[in-house]
């Protein structure tokens, strides 16, 4: 369907699309998932984002955003067309806390990409002053260091298994 949408323009999107925009109840997101699951994949025109990525940018509950994930979890790893993840667009907006730890439950890996601008996930909450910016903060920088750890663990097994 085409719709002016919250950023004040017209585009094509899905119905979960625009209940993502306008922060749907879970059951509401079940529903529509469940009529149509492959609207989880279907992306805005223009812009290329998914419903996952229009719930983290207009403050969609992080029930909501659980449900999302539930239903489709590579979707936490699918940028728009600015090359935003999710979680660039929770940072964005200063999603829930509650919000960025999903995404980041389910695609750890999402601290480092950076988008068109140049900018990572930690980059925009350095920037921005949301309430809960030190909390996202900190949670970004934990599961860095959580990442960096395992890849020093394993490069130290495999240093020993060569030693062998």
Not at 45 to 53: D, R
Not at 66 to 83: G, H, I, Q, V, Y
Not at 131 to 140: G, H, Q, S, T
Request: with cysteine; hydrophobic share 40%; charged share 25%.
């Amino acid at each position: 369907m085409e719709v002016k949408v919250r950023g004040a323009y017209t585009a094509k999107i899905t119905p979960l699309h625009y209940a993502c925009e306008n922060r749907p109840s879970v059951d509401a997101v079940r529903a529509l998932v469940d009529a149509h699951p492959p609207a989880l994949e279907r992306r805005q025109e223009p812009g290329g984002q998914l419903p996952l990525h229009a719930a983290c940018t207009w403050g969609a509950s992080p029930e909501v955003v659980r449900t999302l994930l539930a239903a489709r979890p590579a979707c936490a790893e699918m940028r728009d067309f600015l090359s935003n993840l999710p979680l660039h667009c929770a940072c964005y907006s200063g999603a829930e806390t509650a919000v960025v730890e999903s995404l980041l439950r389910t695609y750890p890996q999402g601290v480092w990409p950076r988008n068109h601008q140049g900018s990572s996930a930690v980059d925009i909450v350095r920037r921005l002053t949301h309430p809960n910016r030190r909390e996202v903060l900190a949670l970004l920088e934990r599961t860095m260091s959580r990442l960096l750890e395992r890849v020093a663990s394993r490069a130290g097994e495999e240093g020993v298994e060569a030693e062998k």
